[in-house]
């Protein structure tokens, strides 16, 4: 009778372990559930600029007054898209830098602000100085993705200069009055407004002031063929003719003393 006790305990101890043990063999052989990895948004890769210009967008980029930030507005969509990829890359100081993100377009005019620089995790940013301007490059997705791309000059007037230029030199301004002005940006916007009832035959160019500008200015665009050449300029509701004349050792060269406008092309 004594020996039952012993016995009962020495079952249990192997039943214990026999349940220790096939717990580990089952860890030890069993395959842990893969985690589902996040998956990144692919790129759309789109040929640039194929697109006509009838149908392509307004945008402007505009500097903003503290000298750090830089706005993108998409003013008018004629091709449905919901959503734009940006990709702004600019020179600043020997260094390519860039900014990247999307822009929601269910609702136009639709804006995002981009810092020229960076900022840590902790909250401290670091600024771009130098900054020069460089490429805008926009794919927008819709029934019928496209991309394209132009380019943006970023001025910081330090030396109060009177005379500015495009990137691609074809838009030249001038007037006594820009000497006030410290930051300004030119930037060849893909698409225009609204038909301005002639033939464009130039690029149209955005001019953006941080502090807005009154004067009259000089203004020069090379246009893409000769003939009669008129400058217009959009107001933000309608076309604006200006009288315009033709430089004497440059028949495709037009030019006008314009009001500050939005947007500037030539038609003939």
Known sequence: MKSFPKLWLIIGLILIGIVIGGAFWFKANSKPTPEAAPVAKKK??????VIPETDRPFVRVEPLADGKNVVI??????????????????QAGSLLQGAFG??????????????LGSCSAGGACTYHTDVQGGSLLMRYTGPESFALKTDWKYIENKTKETAFSS??????????????????????????????????????????????????????IRAKEEG???????????????????AKDDAKMAQAEVEPMALYLVTK
């Open 102 to 115: 999307n822009i929601k377009l269910d609702k136009i005019p639709s804006e995002t602000k981009l810092l």
């Open 167 to 220: 990137k691609d030199g074809k838009f030249q301004i001038s007037s006594p009055a820009l000497a006030k002005s410290k930051l300004l940006i030119i930037f060849n916007s893909p698409g225009y407004p609204a038909d301005p009832k002639a033939p464009i035959v130039s690029d149209h160019y955005s001019l953006a002031f941080a502090v807005p500008v009154t004067d009259k200015l000089k203004l020069s």
């Open 44 to 49: 759309l890769s789109l040929p640039l600029n």
């Open 228 to 246: 009669k050449l008129t400058i217009q300029g959009w107001n933000g509701q309608s076309w604006v003719s200006f009288p315009t004349t033709i």
């Open 73 to 90: 507005k998409v003013l008018e969509l004629k091709k449905a898209a919901t959503e734009a990829e940006y990709e702004l890359e600019y």
